[in-house]
């Protein structure tokens, strides 16, 4: 391949790379647009929903301060009389009906049946606890689904009635706030309950085509090309008067000009992009071509040369490159014409040398005890001979020196490959380490109902110890505390297995029991390594401090009361994880009170071994519970460090057998 060639191929390459870094560069900068828009847009949604919503609401005030302004409305009101009420709605065009203003007008009283013209209700107008805010003077507006139809927007007044205090009710249909929002955004707006299914829309033949492309539930926002239209799809939850999930907002936006407009310009960089590339290489190509051609002729040159034609010149005589290559050449021949006259000289000099190698020689065949004679009376044939047997015998020890100093290099090289991976494999366990105690969570649960503190103590650079602790729901905090059987490497990939399951699995499945049975299915079904985890896993109710928990053959945690008594938990029974498929296990529970704490370990805490052999054991570590709770500092870090603290102590310098891992956890009930 051409110099030129090669060169064009590199800026090509370049230029290549340098498109792709921007491209994605640009693609990047697009995306994080397309967020900041997302949220702008969801955030105007919201804005123009409310607007529309507070719209309906000074609407409907408006037709009950008509409605009050009425005396024989008012009248009707206090003696109950439902023609008095009819005529004064008609005289105000305020009856509802199908193609009237309002949809429906109720007259509910707290202690009697609720009077209504308009639409039937196949269930209560407002939930018990709205009526009751009404009845107390208390202004109730908003959007209320009624049935699995009726999509009301409504607002009460409490009136003075005969008997207890009566609410009246005006109602519009919610098509009516939707048009107003499709006005202001000349979109098309469609309100879903929360099964996704269509309530009211502005425009009924779009959303039947847009449907089967949208996330029916949810916020989101997405671009969708539909019957050669470009749409831009935006959805929100909105909620009811009561503040509860009534269903989704959805607005469909017409942005065909833009979409069109934005991919032109698109074509338009990509083209003008591809044709500057393409001439700056043509012109690369043909700029190299022209200058190198002279340095052609300067290599056609130095091939005369080296097949022996020393007439041969250059024509160049430039002070470039190539110039300097003309210099070269010319020089290289006059190297050559002195070849010539210096090989008589080395001739000679190679005479002076073999006599002088055969002085050598003699010497050495003397100190090796090898005859050796360069009797002018000898042929040179048997001059060889002698000096072959010499060099022979020389050559023999030569390479048995060879030999052993090969051996000894060979084991020095093994040596050496042995300690770098040995160094390799260290600095793997040492990142295995940081990776295993990165995953496990660092701050405590933010809630100001319970405080909790970790920690774990690894006897190798890596274990098999883990704790967790996550929110299922905003009531409920799963923890953990789990053994697995081994060590090493093995027993740290199957811990971070068990605790990713684990945890995914409680997302789904809240009740302990059937957690657990989950989790031991799932570990059980392929464990040709027969090994298993000790685990206890247990759900706290931050509103009650009651918990459930399974004890799946680990060490019983310890109940530590405000009172000061130490006590451990009862067992459940269960065997540990992933023994066996289709294990039954069986809950236990406690109530904590506020200040109860509860202290979960593993082995390696009661394990713990002296200089002497003896084991620290369970009634050390219950003393140890018992001091801690005597001092005034009762957080579960203070908890965690003295038994800790004792534990060290213990072992007075002897090597740590196990994992040391503990949780202290302290329930702190409903702050006042």
């Known amino acids: 391949m051409l110099l030129r060639t090669r060169i064009t191929g590199i800026a090509a390459a370049g ?32 804005a123009l929903w409310a607007e529309a919503l507070a719209a309906e609401d000074r609407t409907l005030d408006e037709s009950i ?35 009237q203003p309002l949809a429906l007008v109720a007259l509910l009283g707290m202690g009697s049946a609720p009077m209504l013209w308009g639409q039937t209700l196949d269930s209560p107008l407002l939930d018990a606890d709205s009526l009751e805010r009404a009845s107390v003077g208390d202004a109730v507006d908003g959007l209320r689904l009624v049935g699995s139809s009726k999509v009301l927007v409504l607002a009460t ?58 996330a029916l539930r949810g916020a989101q926002y997405a671009e969708l090309e539909l019957n050669a239209r470009s749409y831009t799809v935006s959805s929100m939850p909105v909620n009811d008067l009561a503040g509860h999930a009534a269903g989704t907002l959805v607005t469909l936006t017409d942005h065909t000009q833009d979409a069109e407009a934005s991919r032109f310009l698109e074509r338009l960089a990509l083209g003008g ?32 040369l080296a097949q022996g034609d020393a007439s041969v010149h250059l024509p160049y005589s430039g002070n470039d490159e190539i110039g300097r290559i003309a210099q070269a050449v010319a020089t290289f021949r006059r190297n050559a014409q002195e070849l010539a006259a210096t090989r008589a000289l080395r001739e000679r000099v190679r005479r002076r040398q073999e006599r002088l190698l055969r002085t050598k020689l003699q010497a050495l065949a003397q100190a090796t005890h090898q005859p050796l004679d360069f009797e002018a009376g000898r042929s040179d044939e048997e001059q060889l001979r002698q000096l072959a047997g010499v060099m022979n015998e020389l050559s023999g020890r030569l390479i048995d020196q060879h030999q052993r100093l090969t051996g000894m290099v060979q084991e020095l090289r093994e040596a050496l490959i042995t300690k770098n991976r040995l ?33 774990i103590t690894p006897a190798r650079e890596v274990g098999g110890d883990f704790y967790d602790y996550f929110f299922i729901d905003h009531a409920h905090l799963g923890f953990v505390i789990a053994d697995v059987s081994g060590k090493g490497v093995p027993a740290a990939l199957f811990m971070t297995i068990t605790r ?42 931050l509103e009650s401090g009651h918990v459930r928990y399974v ?81 005034t500092d009762h957080a579960p870090a203070h908890i965690a460090a003295q038994v800790l603290a004792d534990v060290h102590a213990f072992e007075r310098g002897a090597p740590q057998a196990d994992d040391i891992t503990c949780v202290a956890l302290r329930y702190l009930g409903l702050q006042k």
């Open 15 to 46: 230029l290549l790379f340098s498109a792709l870094g921007l491209l994605g560069g640009s693609l990047l900068h697009e995306q994080l647009l397309r967020q900041r828009l997302a949220a702008t847009a969801q955030s105007a949604q919201a």
């Open 65 to 99: 301060d008509k409605l009050l302004l009425v005396p024989q409305f008012q009248r009707g009101v206090r003696l109950g009389e439902r023609d008095d009420l009819d005529v004064a709605m008609a005289r105000e065009g305020l009856r509802p009906g199908p193609d």
């Open 157 to 214: 007044r409490r009136l003075a009635g005969q008997g207890d205090a009566a609410v009246l009710v005006l109602a519009r249909d919610a098509r009516h706030a939707l048009a107003q929002m499709a006005q202001r955004t000349g979109a098309a707006v469609a309100l879903l309950d929360l099964h996704g299914r269509l309530l009211r829309t502005t425009d009924t033949a779009l959303w039947q085509a847009a449907a089967p492309h949208v």
């Open 273 to 304: 992009t591809a044709a500057l590339v393409l001439a700056v290489l043509l012109g690369l190509n043909w700029y190299l071509r022209r200058s190198l051609q002279p340095l052609e002729k300067s290599i056609d040159a130095l091939q005369a």
């Open 423 to 455: 160094a390799g494999l260290e600095q793997e366990l040492q990142i295995a380490a940081q990776v295993q105690l990165s995953i496990l969570p660092r701050q405590p649960p933010q809630d100001a109902r319970v405080q909790l503190h970790c920690h």
């Open 500 to 541: 990713t399951l684990l945890k995914a699995t409680a997302q789904f499945i809240a009740e302990p029991t059937r957690c657990v049975a989950q989790l031991n299915d799932l570990l059980a079904a392929e464990n040709d390594q027969m090994m298993f985890v000790t685990l206890f896993y247990g759900v706290l109710h």
């Open 551 to 631: 004890n799946a053959g680990h060490n019983p945690p310890y109940l530590l009361r405000g009172d000061g008594s130490v006590a451990p938990l009862a067992r459940t029974g269960g065997v540990a994880v992933a023994v066996s498929e289709g294990f039954v296990y069986r809950h236990g529970s406690v109530d904590l009170q506020a200040g109860d704490q509860l202290f979960l370990y593993t082995d390696g805490v009661t394990e713990a071994f002296d200089p002497d052999g003896q084991e620290y054991g369970d009634a050390r570590l219950a003393q140890a519970l018992h001091a801690a709770l005597a001092a």
